[in-house]
């Protein structure tokens, strides 16, 4: 099955700083999600993007499907940021999988 | 809120015994997905039911069972549980079978004593 890497597992950053976290797949997808793990443990969907660009206040997502990653942008952070996030995908008739995270601290 | 509903929101029991988590999907979505996070294995997907019909498989062990009734909801068995079955379960939803948006429930978070 196909196989996902996050970079960087970890990130520390201090409130108003910009950040980038990257998703890699082993293979092509079709199906390609970005979600954020709250402290609470409620997973939420930032973007559904098998390809281009999304943009959604101080988020935004690029997907380069030939090349087979994707990256999510996060600008001016803020302490609400803070949690785990995830990407995800599958392609036809495969199950969805789930990176190992990256895990961001937005520090006041 | 994402529009799938998960009951209870948490559950405490013993090892040994058998525990239902329930899950209502979006309006409009015919699958259903079950996962379950734990610390050591991260999200992992269990199993996919599609208007009623099991549809993929994934790392679901044979004491777990799902099903998906004729109103679309669904309910995911978990019995002779072990300590290592102490997890958060989701369920999310989608229109189709495969390659589209799924949307989470808040998850119920299972411990085994």
């Known amino acids: 099955g196909i196989q996902v890497e996050q970079s960087p597992p970890d990130l520390i950053l201090q409130e108003g700083a910009n950040s980038t976290l990257r998703c890699n797949f082993s293979?092509?997808?079709?199906?390609l999600q970005w979600f954020h793990q709250n402290p609470w443990g409620q997973l939420i969907n930032l973007f559904y993007i098998p390809s281009g660009t999304k943009q959604n206040g101080r988020l935004s997502a690029t997907t380069v499907a030939t090349e087979r990653y994707s990256l999510l942008y996060i600008s001016s952070s803020q302490t609400t940021d803070s949690g785990v996030y995830f990407c995800?995908?599958?392609?036809?008739?495969?199950?969805?999988?789930f990176g190992p995270g990256t895990r961001l601290s937005v520090l006041p | 809120d994402s529009g799938v509903t998960q009951t209870p929101k948490h559950l405490i029991t013993a090892t040994g015994q058998r525990v239902t988590l329930r899950c209502s999907p979006r309006?409009?979505?015919?699958?259903v997905y079950w996962y379950q996070q734990s610390l050591d294995q991260g999200l992992q997907f269990l199993i996919q039911y599609y208007n009623g019909e099991e549809r993929a498989k994934g790392n679901i062990l044979e004491r777990f069972s799902a099903q998906q009734f004729p109103d679309l909801h669904s309910e995911l068995n978990l019995s002779s549980l072990e300590l290592g079955d102490s997890a958060l379960y989701f369920c999310?939803?989608?229109?189709?079978?495969?390659?589209?948006?799924?949307?989470f429930g808040p998850g119920t978070r299972l411990t085994v004593l």
């Open positions: 999310a939803s989608s229109v189709g079978t495969s390659g589209n948006e799924q949307f």
């Open positions: 995800a995908g599958n392609n036809y008739g495969q199950n969805f999988v």
């Open positions: 309006s409009g979505d015919l699958s």
């Open positions: 293979d092509s997808v079709n199906n």
